[in-house]
């Protein structure tokens, strides 16, 4: 079955860094765009960054453009974003995302948060 599994995150001062990954299982990661997704508290779930299943087309929300940064590894399944330059209203848990033959597949969601 479809498994996405993220570790990283955390606590981290503005202007820090944090990277989170993804590790993908049950279906051929390479073959399939992925996502990642955060949810602030009393806020929707909104769009942060995609990933083509090469890795050679990459998109942004406007608000992280220029300092998150998607890849992914297809011979280690595993999806990975790094976040720079860390602000607080990027506090929120984070989730990787994967269409896989017509169902949603989420990872169990990562807490980033950024205070001072």
């Known amino acids: 079955q479809v498994q996405l599994v993220q570790s990283g995150g955390g606590a981290v001062q503005p202007g820090g860094s944090l990277r989170l990954s993804c590790a993908a299982s049950?279906?051929?990661?390479?073959?399939?765009?992925m996502k990642w997704y955060r949810q602030a508290p009393e806020k929707e779930r909104e769009l942060v960054a995609d990933?083509?299943?090469?890795?050679?087309?990459?998109d942004y929300a406007d608000s992280v453009k220029g300092r998150f940064i998607i890849s992914r590894d297809n011979d280690k399944n595993t999806l990975y974003l790094q976040m720079n330059a860390l602000k607080p209203e990027d506090t929120a848990v984070y989730y990787c995302?994967?269409?896989?033959?017509?169902?949603?597949?989420w990872g169990q969601g990562t807490q980033v948060t950024v205070s001072s």
């Open positions: 990933i083509t299943s090469s890795g050679h087309m990459t």
């Open positions: 995302h994967v269409w896989h033959r017509g169902v949603e597949y």
């Open positions: 049950g279906f051929t990661f390479s073959n399939y765009f």
